[in-house]
Structures are given as C-alpha cells and as structure tokens.
C-alpha cells in the first residue's frame, strides 16, 4: 500500500513559471523525503525535512511540512526543461526494525521551452 | 552516475522461472534496501538490510528473498516468476543505520519482462 498522494499526477509549465506540487500522507512520520525520476530510471534524493521543520531550501526547492495537516509541497522556482521528470514524496517513519521509505504514486512534470 | 550500480539493466524471463538481481552498492553503505516499481506507480517497499540481515520486509511473498554481502553487493531473488512481477526493481543504499534521518542512493534500476 502506499502512504502518501502526491498532487497534481501531472503538471505542465514553460520554462522559467514555478512548479508546485503536493504530497500528502496518512500516518506519523519522523521525516519526508522527496526523489526525482527521469524516465523510469533511478531515483535521485533532493531534500529531506524532519517532522520538527517546516521549510527547507536547497538551490532552487523549496519544501513545506505541515505535520497538523499530514501534506507537504515542493517547490521549483524559474522551471527548466531539465527539471522534467516524474517526482515522488516518500515518508520514512524511525524506531522501527527495518525502516521503509513509502512512496507515492508522483507527480509528471514537463517543462517546455 | 550515483554510485549504486544494479545488473543487468534488463531482462527478460519466463513465467515459472527464478531470477537474480544484484546490486553493488557504495564502500561503507551499510543499509540496502530493494524496491518494485509497476510502470506507472510509486516504488514499493520489498525488504531491507543492515549488516548482512534482513532488518525488514514488505508486503511480498516469501518467493522474493535477498542477501547482502560484507562487500557492500546485495541480490534480490525471486522464484516462480509470475506475471506481476514485471516491473523495475530498484535498489537504495545508505551510510547510515536504519532509522536514521539520511536520504538513499538509488541505482538506475533492472527492468524485468516475465513473458
């Protein structure tokens, strides 16, 4: 089963708009984590915030947390069509034996020039 | 690319049939953790582990089964091959112990056809 809900499941925008995109999820968490995936290729980690932030910038991203509403967005400011790509929030829960990173199903997004 | 390197990249295999995926991950990555991918979802949680033991499982059947070796490679086995199991199985790496706020180091992925 999956945890979180990424939102829109496509998203489509020129070069240079932002791009926003919604995740929300079901259970405690103890950090949030978002990927890229080019193409059904691997994943590659943006940025992670623990469940006590609730902004986090790393370049051109900008992650919200808001744990009182389980959601949490991610930001791309001035797109390029480098940032095409399919994105995917993932929960990650501590104190557990064998901690999983629980997926969405992700958000397509395509950045034309 | 990211360090974490999966063979093959693709294959194909009959229904009824056993695979074996491997993953060489990065030297002191300790953490492997493997998922599937179906063509459209997120990817799924199958099994972890630290330290050459299984620290966790997912929702799979007990014919998926992996090992991790002192080299920081891991496999993923998988028996009977159904139909279902056609997806892209990733693997993750990390240099912390589990349950620990670290991001993972993802390969690229094997793409398995069962026909």
């Known amino acids: 089963s999956q945890q979180g809900e990424e939102d829109p499941q496509a998203l489509s925008i020129q070069e240079g708009e932002n791009a926003t995109m919604n995740c929300s999820y079901k259970t405690s968490i103890n950090n949030l984590q978002w990927y890229r995936q080019n193409s059904g290729r691997g994943l590659v980690h943006l940025i992670l915030i623990r469940s006590n932030e609730r902004e986090k910038h790393s370049g051109r991203l900008r992650v919200t947390l808001d744990t009182s509403k389980k959601s949490s967005s991610l930001l791309i400011t001035a797109s390029r069509a480098a940032d095409t790509a399919s994105y995917f929030c993932?929960?990650?829960?501590?104190?557990?034996?064998?901690?999983?990173?629980?997926f969405g199903k992700g958000t397509t997004l395509s950045v034309s020039s | 690319e990211t360090g974490v390197t999966q063979s093959p990249t693709h294959l194909i295999k009959t229904r009824g049939q056993q695979v074996t995926l491997r993953c060489s991950s990065q030297s002191g990555h300790n953490t492997v953790s493997w998922y599937q991918q179906a063509l459209g979802q997120g990817p799924q949680f199958i099994f972890q582990y630290y330290r050459e033991e299984e620290n966790g499982r997912g929702n799979f059947p007990p014919r998926f089964s992996g090992l991790q070796f002192p080299n920081y490679s891991s496999e993923l086995n998988v028996n009977a091959l159904e139909l279902d199991d056609s997806a892209l199985y990733l693997c993750a790496s990390s240099l912390r112990a589990p349950g620990t706020n670290y991001g993972y180091t993802f390969g690229s992925g094997t793409r398995l056809t069962v026909v």
């Open positions: 993932a929960t990650g829960r501590l104190n557990q034996a064998g901690t999983a990173l629980i």
